[in-house]
Every structure is written in C-alpha cells, then in structure tokens.
C-alpha cells in the first residue's frame, strides 16, 4: 500500500474529524479524495503539520487529528519533543512512513534507512506511540479516536504517488471554512 491507499481507508474514518493534513501531495490526495470544510491543507509549510495540529487541540476540546510525513517530521525534528512535553489527549499525529520525500520525488528519507520514528518519538518522551503496517492504519486511528489519551501512530508503507490535481482553493478560503468548523 501507498500513502494514497492508506488516505482512501481512512476516510470513513476521519471525515467528521478535525484534520490538519501535511504540505504537498498528502493535502492534494485528501483534497481530491474526501475535501471536507474540517480538513486544513497545508499548501507551504513543510514540517509544521503536527505543530499546527498540536497547537491546535491544546487550543480546544475537539480532537485533532494530524496527518503528517516522515519527511516532514525529520525537517521539523523539534516538534516530537514539543508533543511530548505538551501532551493533548485530544491528539492524534498519524505519521505515514513511507522512507521517502514523495512530494519532491521520492527521494529517501533518514526513516527508510536506519532512524525509527517511533524509537524517536519514544525517546522524546511521548508515551503512547503505535507503530503498524499501512494495512492496519484505518483501525489503529479508529481506536485512537475512541481513546482519551494522546497517540503518535507511525504507519510504514510503500513509497509511491498517484496522480493529482493541485489544489486550487485559495488558502484564505481553506483557513476560514476550517476555522468555522473548530467554532461550530
């Protein structure tokens, strides 16, 4: 499976949640997918998804779930001990580990070598990290939402994209709608 894969069985799942979606092809993907007024796309800012996230479910009551890359992660290495150390248990960081950075041309990343991210984020401090297979990620998100307790998920899949289009909606739009929706 490909992260496109793990997108498309996630969704039953996610649709009525708060998302903040990584920069690039993840935010295309879901946007072409399911594009729901609860879904912030990241359309410039590599690495800040999780902080965004995390900020964001300390911010309010609703659960947060983030939806970020193992490229994106090692750019914004800072943000697992922040997560640790300010945890929310109203948030879910659903990393997809695919060793590679997909947006830019799948070039490897340091996670398809020799760095786990899940050792990392354990090393950070958080306490509740869940690694799986891409197959399984539906149902570990599922069960995180269910929980009350912070959740790091590192679901490793295959590297690979599919075609999309770019998003076109103005990024002022895409900050209002989501905006109205954490109000609501």
Known sequence: MIRSDILKELIPVISDQLVVCNIGLPSQELHMLDDQPSNFYMLGTMGLSSSIGLGLALAQNKKVISIDGDGSVLTNFGTLPTIANNAADNFILLIIDNGSYGSTGD?????????????????????????????????VVKEAIAGDKMTIIVSKCESGNIKVPVITMDPVVIRDRFMKTVAS
């Open 107 to 139: 070039q490897p990343t340091y996670a398809g070598k020799k760095t786990s991210l899940t050792a990392v984020a354990k090393a950070c401090g958080c306490e509740n990290v869940i690694e799986c297979s891409a197959k399984d990620t539906a149902n």
